[in-house]
């Protein structure tokens, strides 16, 4: 069975752990480096990007699980996730994980509109409008050649993929739709089968 880590260091990894298991996956709460060894994908949930940041490096996970994504395992960055895999942020010199060619900004619909949600259907996912929770999240102001846009919201990308990484501006764990967590689980199966063929 596949087993899918979700960092949990601080933040809202709980729901995804539940997810996971709910879509019938094995998952496995990632504290330190060792625990990257044995996982097929990894999520980094939201929360609060900067404290998440510090942790892994205080942890000293960080380069461990560069080095995991550059080699091409899954991840999934939902909100801060996202903060934490762009390469560079707008008006912040911080770069925490810096794999992704996106630029991301943060708390990018400014302090009053704290949180929002919407349904909408995203075609790559669902055919279903689904919903989408935003809380003080962040947008995509500038993707790289290699990134595909999955999806805009009001003309803001709020989800997009480079390769093994996905990343989302939302919050599926917070509801109780489980498509995204399908659609990452889709991309985990995939990349197992690449690995596969390449051995062979
Ligand atoms: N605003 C948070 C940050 O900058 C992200 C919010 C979230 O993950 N819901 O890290």
Known sequence: MK???VLALQGAFREHVEKIEELGYQAIEVRKSEDLEDIDGIILPGGESTAMGRLLSDFRMKAPLIEKIKSG????GTCAGMILL????????????GVMDIVVKRNAYGR???SFEVDEVIERISD????LVFIRAPYIVALG????LIHSVDGNIVAARQENMLVTAFHPELTDNKKCHAYFLKIVEDFACTQKKKSV
């Open 3 to 5: 087993k899918i880590g």
């Open 73 to 76: 395992m899954p991840v999934w």
């Open 86 to 97: 762009a390469k560079e942020l707008e008006d912040d010199a911080t770069v925490h994980l």
């Open 112 to 114: 009053q509109i704290a």
């Open 128 to 131: 279903e409008a689904i919903p």
């Open 145 to 148: 050649q290699e990134v595909e």
